[in-house]
């Protein structure tokens, strides 16, 4: 594959040259400086923003989003000067559960950045794919999403950063080199609309980058973030080896499967309902929360709205997110 794309491009730019791409390594004890690492680093391979929540209506109805916005750096790279030469690659995904349609409301885009079509600057978030764009100014976030099926204008009111991992290195597998830089930021305070719909509620804010994300024995990874309810704040994942198990698991972390549900379309499996840590269990707000990203990352996951119950009172609502159900993940 990575000889086609480099006969593909080399057809396209005759005239220069290509070279393989030395990445940074992630390397624990770098100190994560803000609002510098707000923005894109894009010497690493791959980063992503990440905001999921969930909101309510005037009329007391719960919906979910994720909007999501990738940027990768290839692995070859031109000394053309075209604007046209792909440097950077941005990808954006965005979703809403809505329980009375009773499946996702999805769109993905995907554009080299050129032309101020795409891009991701530095310095602070502001990442966008023509329409939609994700910024964060003096205030919070603001996020303005137009897809096919549905409509999002939301801001998000700032919260304080949690390095995850140590002092956000978060190792994802047992080599040294298998890690990210990684924070979030949840408990945002969310107000706007969807589709035109005034919507409130609560969201959780990742940022991550790398250059080197899964080990090859891994198949994908659950993830969740969690609100919870007295104000504070869970977020727990495993990378899972293909074949099954777990190929890396933090300490103290564990996923329990409780109930899975199978899509109708492609015939995969998900572990909808999950024990996470022995403590909490998470329910779907819906259990056809799949997202086909297949025209953008090439994959297919399961990424839903949860609440998380102990013992059968709810104590806060989140996101879960199951990735290598479908076929094994790449990055």
């Given at each position: 594959m990575k000889r086609r794309s480099v006969l593909a491009l080399g057809c396209f730019y005759p005239a220069f040259a290509f070279s393989r791409v030395k990445f940074p390594e992630v390397e624990p004890g770098r100190a994560l400086r803000f609002p510098r690492d707000h923005g894109a680093h894009p010497d690493y391979r791959q980063e992503w923003w990440y905001v999921t929540g969930w909101l309510k209506t005037a009329r007391g109805e719960?919906?979910?989003?994720?909007?999501?916005?990738?940027?990768?750096?290839?692995?070859?790279?031109?000394?053309?000067?075209?604007?046209?030469?792909?440097?950077?690659?941005?990808?954006?995904?965005?979703?809403?559960?809505?329980?009375?349609?009773?499946?996702?409301?999805?769109?993905e885009r995907a554009?080299?950045?050129?032309?101020?079509?795409?891009?991701?600057?530095?310095?602070?978030?502001?990442?966008?794919?023509?329409?939609?764009?994700?910024l964060l100014g003096p205030e919070g976030y603001s996020a303005r999403i137009r897809a096919r099926e549905f409509e999002l204008d939301l801001i998000f009111?700032?919260?304080?950063?949690?390095?995850?991992?140590?002092?956000?290195?978060?190792?994802?597998?047992?080599?040294?080199?298998?890690?990210?830089?990684?924070?979030?930021?949840?408990?945002?305070?969310?107000?706007?609309?969807?589709?035109?719909?005034?919507?409130?509620?609560?969201?959780?804010l990742d940022h991550e980058w790398s250059s080197q994300y899964m080990d090859s024995g891994a198949e994908g990874w659950d993830w969740c973030g969690l609100n919870l309810d007295d104000g504070s704040?869970?977020?727990?994942?495993?990378?899972?080896?293909?074949?099954?198990?777990v190929a890396f698991e933090p300490e103290g972390v564990s996923f329990e499967p409780l109930r899975t549900w199978k899509s109708p379309r492609t015939g995969a499996v998900y572990p909808v309902s999950?024990?996470?840590?022995?403590?909490?269990?998470?329910?779907?707000?819906?259990?056809?929360?799949?997202?086909?990203?297949?025209?953008?990352?090439?994959?297919?996951?399961?990424?839903?709205?949860?609440?998380?119950?102990?013992?059968?009172a709810a104590v806060g609502r989140g996101y879960l997110e199951l990735t290598g159900y479908w076929r094994p993940m790449k990055l």
């Amino acid at each position: 594959m990575k000889r086609r794309s480099v006969l593909a491009l080399g057809c396209f730019y005759p005239a220069f040259a290509f070279s393989r791409v030395k990445f940074p390594e992630v390397e624990p004890g770098r100190a994560l400086r803000f609002p510098r690492d707000h923005g894109a680093h894009p010497d690493y391979r791959q980063e992503w923003w990440y905001v999921t929540g969930w909101l309510k209506t005037a009329r007391g109805e719960d919906l979910g989003f994720q909007i999501t916005f990738f940027r990768a750096r290839p692995d070859i790279e031109t000394e053309n000067p075209s604007s046209f030469a792909p440097r950077q690659i941005l990808l954006a995904h965005a979703a809403l559960s809505d329980p009375k349609l009773g499946r996702l409301k999805h769109d993905e885009r995907a554009a080299r950045a050129a032309l101020g079509l795409a891009g991701s600057k530095e310095g602070n978030t502001e990442v966008w794919v023509d329409d939609w764009k994700l910024l964060l100014g003096p205030e919070g976030y603001s996020a303005r999403i137009r897809a096919r099926e549905f409509e999002l204008d939301l801001i998000f009111s700032a919260a304080p950063v949690v390095l995850q991992g140590r002092n956000g290195f978060s190792r994802k597998g047992s080599k040294a080199s298998e890690a990210s830089y990684y924070y979030s930021r949840p408990q945002l305070k969310v107000s706007g609309s969807a589709d035109g719909r005034p919507v409130t509620g609560l969201a959780w804010l990742d940022h991550e980058w790398s250059s080197q994300y899964m080990d090859s024995g891994a198949e994908g990874w659950d993830w969740c973030g969690l609100n919870l309810d007295d104000g504070s704040a869970l977020m727990a994942f495993r990378m899972r080896a293909k074949g099954g198990g777990v190929a890396f698991e933090p300490e103290g972390v564990s996923f329990e499967p409780l109930r899975t549900w199978k899509s109708p379309r492609t015939g995969a499996v998900y572990p909808v309902s999950m024990r996470i840590n022995g403590q909490l269990r998470l329910e779907p707000l819906m259990d056809d929360q799949e997202l086909d990203a297949r025209s953008s990352t090439g994959t297919i996951y399961w990424e839903g709205a949860v609440t998380a119950y102990r013992g059968d009172a709810a104590v806060g609502r989140g996101y879960l997110e199951l990735t290598g159900y479908w076929r094994p993940m790449k990055l």
